[in-house]
């Protein structure tokens, strides 16, 4: 049961456009949720966080929206740049049980 | 600061074989996770680590386990390989765990055949 849940495999935007990445999720015990980027080779790197009791995080050209009632959170870069071009994966954890679920990942492909 | 190091970077085992991966976590930090990285499957975690104790376990068979040395450097290991085995296994290492920002490791691309 896959309780983070990225619909999207994949998504392509324009350079300069917005890209938006979706992650749903089933827990509402989840304190925390998080964006983490991963490039070929190399391993996941933090993004950006957001609060469960928080509905907005903004970081330079990232902002991550939370949507409690819809259990569902996203994930804005603004402007899109080809250097952006990765794997996003969202997570949630829980204090309770210290543990991270991390979603399937969405392939952004930003094109010149 | 060195970042997380993993290996080896690749490795090719068959089945039935077992096999151990080494993780050197950031200097300092405490907690040591893993995770296994399959197409459609995304990250899954396997165990974290905090001063040399399992303090978490996911829902992993018992062919899966690991260790953390006194240095926080751990290994994971694999017995009796399944074909269902390959993937990438990713180290992460945060302070203290909890909500501390992990830091990846570039991962072991294990296959085997």
């Known amino acids: 049961d896959q309780q983070v849940k990225q619909n999207s495999p994949s998504l392509s935007v324009q350079e300069g456009r917005i890209s938006i990445l979706n992650c749903d999720y089933t827990?509402?015990?989840?304190?925390?949720f998080l964006w983490y980027k991963k490039y070929p080779a190399e391993g996941p790197t933090f993004l950006i966080s957001i609060s469960s009791i928080k509905d907005k995080n903004e970081d330079g050209r990232f902002t991550v929206f939370l949507n409690k009632s819809a259990k569902h959170l996203s994930l804005h870069i603004v402007p899109s740049q080809p250097g952006d071009s990765a794997v996003y994966f969202c997570?949630?954890?829980?204090?309770?049980?210290?543990?991270?679920?991390f979603g399937t990942g969405t392939r952004l492909k930003v094109l010149a | 600061k060195a970042g997380v190091t993993q290996t080896p970077r690749y490795l090719i085992k068959t089945r039935g074989q077992q096999v151990t991966l080494s993780c050197s976590p950031i200097s300092g930090h405490r907690s040591v996770s893993w995770y296994q990285q399959t197409p459609g499957q995304g990250l899954q975690f396997l165990f974290e680590y905090f001063s040399e104790t399992q303090r978490n376990k996911g829902n992993f068979p018992g062919r899966f386990s690991g260790r953390q040395f006194s240095n926080s450097r751990s290994e994971m290991n694999v017995s009796t390989l399944e074909l269902g085995d390959s993937a990438l296994y990713l180290c992460a290492s945060s302070s203290r765990g909890g909500e501390d920002t992990q830091y990846f490791g570039p991962g072991t691309r294990l296959t085997v055949l």
């Open positions: 827990n509402s015990m989840f304190d925390y």
């Open positions: 997570a949630s954890f829980t204090s309770g049980t210290y543990k991270y679920i």
